[in-house]
């Protein structure tokens, strides 16, 4: 069965503190993990995906990094509008298309 | 391009009743994703659609339902309704549904059964 793990559940930055927020994942094989931004009683807003090992995005001050077991969201130098759940999915080879989510990390960030 | 729109935003419902949830996807996608999102199980998939025609299900019961029109759009349908389906319902939609595809979703319809 497909594993999304995210970690932490919570983390609470200052200001300008970088830091990153981990996904693992177990599955036979990756067809895309997929990061997305939740704000609270809003929908997810897609902000990246990777394919491949190796293979890296940006946006802001957000990059995300993929291996064979895991993905990176990196913030750097975080502002208080970064605040919110983060969620990860992702897409399994031979299984159903439908990706599955992880329980997401919530970020808070104080001025 | 306008995005995911789902009606109603808020709802309350008591125990028994039944209740129809709305969403127009993304003008151009024809495929249709429900899931139900609570602070215990994070989110999860209901149910899929495309051209009319449920092509994926998740583990719930038959007490949720859910159709596409041909104009895309879809409704689901919670009957007999328990203090357990509290939750944030979501839709998503993508192009044609499949792998490496992004989903967009709506802003959701928050339920409350009471």
């Known amino acids: 069965e497909d594993q999304v793990t995210q970690s932490p559940e919570a983390l609470r930055l200052q200001e300008g503190e970088s830091s990153s927020l981990n996904c693992s994942y177990t599955?036979?094989?990756?067809?895309?993990l997929f990061w997305y931004r939740q704000d609270p009683g809003k929908g997810p807003e897609f902000l990246f995906t990777l394919y491949s090992a190796g293979e890296e995005k940006e946006k802001e001050r957000l990059k995300a990094t993929l291996t064979k077991k895991e993905s990176f969201l990196h913030i750097t130098a975080p502002k208080p509008e970064d605040s919110a759940t983060y969620l990860c999915?992702?897409?399994?080879?031979?299984?159903?298309?439908?990706?599955?989510f992880g329980r997401g990390t919530s970020l808070i960030v104080h001025p | 391009k306008a995005g995911v729109t789902q009606t109603p935003r808020y709802l309350i419902k008591t125990r028994g009743q039944q209740v129809t949830l709305s969403c127009s996807p993304i003008?151009?996608?024809?495929?249709v994703s429900w899931y139900q999102q609570t602070p215990g199980q994070g989110l999860q998939f209901l149910f899929e659609y495309f051209s009319e025609t449920q092509r994926n299900k998740g583990n719930f019961p038959g007490r949720f339902s859910g159709r596409q029109f041909s104009n895309s759009r879809s409704e689901m349908n919670v009957s007999t309704l328990e203090l357990g389906d509290s939750a944030l319902y979501l839709c998503?939609?993508?192009?044609?549904?499949?792998?490496?595809?992004?989903?967009?979703f709506g802003p959701g319809t928050r339920l409350l059964v009471l």
């Open positions: 998503a939609s993508s192009l044609l549904g499949g792998y490496q595809e992004t989903q967009y």
């Open positions: 599955v036979s094989g990756l067809r895309g």
């Open positions: 003008s151009g996608h024809r495929s």
């Open positions: 999915a992702v897409q399994a080879v031979g299984g159903s298309y439908i990706p599955t």
